[in-house]
């Protein structure tokens, strides 16, 4: 297992990273997503132990590693021979496509036939054979990046780390990876922990989505995720802040900038308003509603902010929900997370 303890970790200074505790079980399936900034690819980086984090320790298999490298079984690198990342841009070795594929494998002392039919077969299932004898000036971003993967399944790693894999694919390529990775993880024990700016992807491949905001693990995934100013003061400790063309009351003696959450499976779904007693009630129309797990529906409604609600499917039915249609969200100020 690969863990974080205790982490915080500062670039000049500034804070970009604070979590208490972050794991990556054998086999676990994870997407992390979240906005620009929100320290998605530091996480990658001191998952894949390339970074060193400012405070805090990182575990490997229960041992932790030492910052000076040292992590009892071998130095930095021998730890991460079973670790791999696959970043967001990544940096091609000079030579060919093959020239990539092999290096990992020839290091680790592979014998020349091994070599070639593991490359033949990495190459052939991400779509990359045809590039096998190009240089990296003749590749595109998409490209790269399917070569950057496969040269990472390739050494067989117990946990791959994938920072935007699919954002310079088409939805071909990307479903084409998916599915290579799918099929990787039934061949044989691997964990994958994945950041995604795309929530629909994320949703539907990943056994666990957690979202990221300022550094921190937000409580709810990051449709209703929203920065803002509070202001001092309020009634006991109820706020109202202005959040796009509404304002959204919440419980909190915080003041001063801030991350609003707002549950998605808080919100209560209606086609009109109905008698409550939440503080937040917003009228709107349907924009979307995606099927993410079997019995549930994720309905995207415009009322005067984009806000996301979880509903089963027999309740979609029943309020004839379909983009286009009105809708009321409600939920209490209680419900709405702050930090």
């Excluded at 449709?223 to 509404?246: I, Q, S, W």
């Excluded at 529906?297 to 009105?326: K, N, W």
């Excluded at 939920?331 to 709405?336: G, I, L, N, P, T």
Aim: proline fraction near 6%; glycine fraction near 10%.
């Amino acid at each position: 297992m690969l863990e974080l303890r205790g982490v915080r970790h500062r670039y000049g200074g500034r804070l970009v990273l604070d979590l208490e505790r972050f794991t990556v079980a054998p086999g676990a399936l994870i997407a992390i997503v979240g906005p620009n900034g929100s320290g998605k690819s530091t996480l990658l980086r001191l998952l894949a132990l390339l970074e060193r984090p400012s405070e805090g320790e990182v575990l490997l298999d229960g041992m932790a590693v030492a910052r000076g490298g040292a992590g009892g079984g071998g130095g930095p690198a021998a730890l991460r021979h079973g670790v791999t990342l696959v970043e967001q841009r990544p940096v091609l070795l000079r030579g060919t496509v093959r020239d990539n594929l092999e290096f990992g494998l020839r290091v680790r002392g592979t014998r020349r036939t091994e070599v070639n039919r593991v490359i033949e077969n990495v190459a052939a299932r991400l779509g990359v054979a045809p590039l096998l004898g190009r240089r990296r000036h003749e590749l595109s971003d998409g490209e790269v990046q399917r070569v950057a993967v496969a040269r990472a399944l390739a050494i067989e790693p117990h946990v791959l780390l994938l920072d935007e894999p699919a954002s310079s694919a088409d939805r071909a390529a990307a479903q084409t990876l998916y599915h290579v990775l799918e099929e990787e993880r039934a061949r044989r024990p691997l964990a994958i922990c994945l950041a995604s700016h795309q929530l629909e992807d994320a949703y539907r491949w990943a056994d666990d989505v957690r979202a990221l905001a300022d550094g921190r693990l937000s409580p709810v995934t990051p449709e209703n995720l929203f920065r803002v100013e509070l202001p001092a003061g309020g009634t006991g400790d109820l706020k109202h802040v202005r959040v796009g063309a509404v304002e959204i009351a919440a419980m909190t003696d915080k003041s001063g900038p801030a991350i609003l959450a707002v549950p998605p499976t808080d919100i209560l779904v209606s086609r009109e308003p109905v008698a409550s007693s939440a503080r937040n009630v917003f009228c709107g129309r349907v924009t979307r509603l995606v099927r993410h797990r079997p019995g549930t529906v994720h309905v995207t409604a415009d009322v005067g902010v984009d806000l996301v609600a979880v509903v089963t499917e027999e309740a979609a039915r029943d309020l004839q929900l379909a983009p286009g249609s009105p809708v009321a969200f409600a939920f209490k100020a209680s419900a709405v997370r702050v930090f």
